[in-house]
């Protein structure tokens, strides 16, 4: 059965035709038209108007409102421009295909500033007050937890594809789906890598936040395994007063790698006090920053040989579908190359894309059942879920960067270069 909104939507576009049709027949009587040019003419206005989507031929069809913040201010801002470039990039082409159930596609992002406490008020903001249909999540665990708290209290689904720390599905919420590889097993190919160089010893500092709480706890879990001793693990809660003395610390102990977890502003501030210490591990690994494409430039020559944690990486020899086109349409757009903080906000782009299209609906229970049931392969990999929402299809990798460039070095089916030592 047909509603109302839809007779009045089909009534509005014959109305249109007919004024066009109307106006190209007073052209033809004044002589401005031949019979010929004026069958070409109709022609070509009748496909034109039946491919246009629905939501061009009637201007008052509402757009499906989707909300989220993004961090454009504080420590969370290197990752967080990647991931809007991403969301804006998806509601482009999104709109280009014609929207979502015959609807054009608006974004709502606002400034969290990186602060936990605008996040809860920003998304109670665009739940209650702007009205969003959907919501994308924030960066980061800390933030993700807090905007994941506000919108199950909606039932709304929230791809959190920007955190991967697993407090965030130890709290029987059900509409909540990872995207990223779990923040514990971000480091199970560095340790690997070391263990077959036959290094034994391993110092970490981690933020003490549950996103590197869950990084260290991994790599500690992980060294186990391989037979590598953790000789040195210590928390941080201020990078600037603490991480003078825990150099010291990691310097006394002098072991084979050093994994420092911790956001991008302190990575630098970190390597700034091993430059002036004029200290080198054999395996220097740090989370997050050296997956930009900057990261060689704004470190300078310290960046040779650090290795770093990745969920997906720009190259086009990567195997999964759209990699390239996702690639080359992100540099047009962004005029940079996409880090995995892009790769996978606009995964999550795809995967609500689908349910919505599939289920023909913006009904959150039945985009959070077809989500769910997913296994699909979007651009940065595998995409599966387990019963609580956590990602157990995708798997991280390890890039380093050499001479410049940032490699791939493991797993090695996805190698571009070996590691170097």
Known sequence: MVNAGMKSLRGKRLRIMFLGFNSLLSQQAAGNLTQERL???????????????????????????????????????????MIQNAFRLWEQKVNLRGGLLGRPVKLILYDDKSQKKRVGQLYKKLILEDKVDLVFSPYGTPLTLEASRVSEQSKMVMLAC???????????????????????????????????????????????????????????????????????????????????????KAIDVNADGLIVSAYSQECYQFLDLMKKKKYRPKVLALTIAPIHPEFYQKAGIIAEGVFGPSQWEPDERIPFPGTKKFIDEFVGYAKNVPSYHAGSAYAASQILESAINQTKSLDHNKIRDYIRAMDTVTVIG????????????????????????????????????SARF
């Open 39 to 81: 069958k070409k003419l109709l022609v070509i206005s009748i496909a034109i108007f039946l491919t246009m989507p629905s939501w061009v031929q009637g201007s008052e069809s509402k757009p499906i409102l989707i909300g989220a913040t993004v961090s454009l201010e504080g420590k969370y801002s290197e990752p967080s421009f």
């Open 162 to 248: 920007a955190a991967s720390g697993e407090k965030i599905w130890e709290r029987q919420y059900k509409y909540v789906f990872g995207v990223y590889a779990l923040a514990k097993r971000y480091f199970v190919g560095l340790l690997d890598l070391m263990a077959r160089e036959g290094f034994e010893k391993l110092a970490i500092l981690h933020e003490d936040s549950p996103f590197h709480q869950d990084v260290a706890a991994g790599a500690v879990l992980w060294a186990k395994r391989f037979g590598i001793d953790v000789s040195f693990k210590k928390p941080f809660t201020n990078a600037t007063s603490e991480f003078p003395g825990l150099l010291e």
């Open 382 to 417: 595998r995409f599966k879920v387990d019963p609580k929402g956590k990602q157990i299809g995708h798997n991280p990798i390890m890039i380093q960067w050499q001479k410049g460039e940032k490699e791939i070095v493991y797993p090695t089916k996805m190698q571009t270069a």
